[in-house]
């Protein structure tokens, strides 16, 4: 069987806006299997995880599961679980980890200040420092992420020990193996282990690795696609360096970003939306499709 990341590899097909868009991130620990619906097909009480889910589409965030690398017990039993809350909103991140007795507690947080970008949260959840790696292993949703997740995580997880996990979903099958990097919400795909370790050890210094880059999650799709070009004109840069001050619809697929640089430059860029063709299929076992990229074009400088 062909895996879909390998034909959307040999097609180059663009990473830059394939990330997805989130303000702020929760991350609930949840041993056991997962289903293709991880939030309604776990050991998590269903109807939790369809609270978590509406809550997270009202009001601008994500929810992920995660389980630790190596083995995963199959917990039927209720059980103290690690929890992280992430607010990605560049010159504002913040990671927020604890131990919460029981899911249940995070019915009680205040999501409409996590939308505010607060990092409004529960007593139990302090301050972190070091960045937190998901990546995306779960073969309910696509075999690339199974088969290329897993091997990531296994060779990666003695050198991050602790600050990398298994995830549930992170989109874009075909761009595996697939990981995001909290608190910036910064998602990438096509890594190797060597990458990621260089993204995490980046990070801690405030640096941003281009290679595999999809995107930022604060932004929009199109807003992702004109960082993400102007990041590559600028060559060096900060990962809190950019933002997305707007990216307005121009009509026929076409928008117009300003990103701005905290050292006051910006640049008005325009992004189109473009049909990748040959077909290709966008998860394992499915039927080709013609995805869309978005190509960003950043004005040369006079």
Same mark, same amino acid.
């Given at each position: 069987m062909t895996l879909c990341s390998d034909v959307g590899r040999e097609l180059a097909e663009p990473l830059a806006g394939t990330a997805p868009v989130a303000a702020w991130w929760l991350v609930v620990e949840q041993p056991g299997p997962w289903g293709a619906k991880a939030l309604t097909q776990s050991h998590l009480d269903p109807s939790l995880g369809?609270?978590?889910d509406a809550a997270a589409a009202e009001y601008g965030g994500r929810v992920a599961l995660v389980r630790r690398p190596r083995r995963h017990p199959d917990t039927h039993y209720p059980a103290a679980r690690r929890v992280w809350l992430a607010g990605t909103t560049p010159g504002a991140t913040f990671l927020l980890g604890g131990w919460l007795p029981s899911p249940e507690v995070l019915r009680s947080l205040d999501f409409a200040a996590l939308a505010s970008g607060s990092p409004s949260s529960l007593p139990e959840l302090q301050p972190e420092t070091e960045p937190l790696l998901l990546v995306c292993t779960n073969?309910?949703?696509?075999?690339?992420? !199974?088969?290329?997740?897993?091997?990531? =995580?296994?060779?990666?997880?003695?050198? =991050?020990?602790?600050?990398?996990?298994? *995830? *549930?979903?992170?989109?874009g099958h075909r761009f595996a193996p697939t990981a995001v990097l909290l608190p910036h919400g910064v998602v990438y795909g096509r890594l190797d282990d060597k990458q990621a370790l260089l993204l995490v050890e980046s990070a801690r210094d405030g640096g941003f690795l281009g290679d595999g880059y999809r995107g930022r999650s604060t932004f929009s799709r199109p807003g992702q696609a004109a960082e993400a070009a102007v990041r590559q004109r600028l060559g060096d840069s900060g990962l809190d360096d950019l933002t997305v001050a707007s990216a307005d619809p121009d009509g026929d697929g076409a928008w117009s970003a300003v990103?701005?640089?905290?050292?006051?430059?910006?640049?008005? #860029?325009? =992004?189109?939306?473009?049909?990748?063709? %040959? +077909?290709? +299929?966008?998860?394992?076992?499915? /039927? %080709?499709?013609? /995805?869309? !990229?978005?190509? !960003?074009? #950043? +004005? =040369? %400088?006079?």
């Open positions: 369809r609270d978590l073969g309910r949703r696509d075999l690339c992420c !199974a088969v290329k997740g897993r091997d990531l =995580v296994a060779g990666l997880r003695d050198d =991050v020990l602790g600050r990398v996990w298994e *995830t *549930t979903h992170l989109g990103v701005a640089h905290r050292d006051g430059r910006s640049w008005t #860029v325009a =992004v189109r939306s473009q049909e990748q063709h %040959p +077909p290709r +299929p966008e998860s394992c076992g499915k /039927p %080709p499709a013609t /995805p869309i !990229a978005y190509v !960003a074009d #950043v +004005p =040369v %400088p006079r």
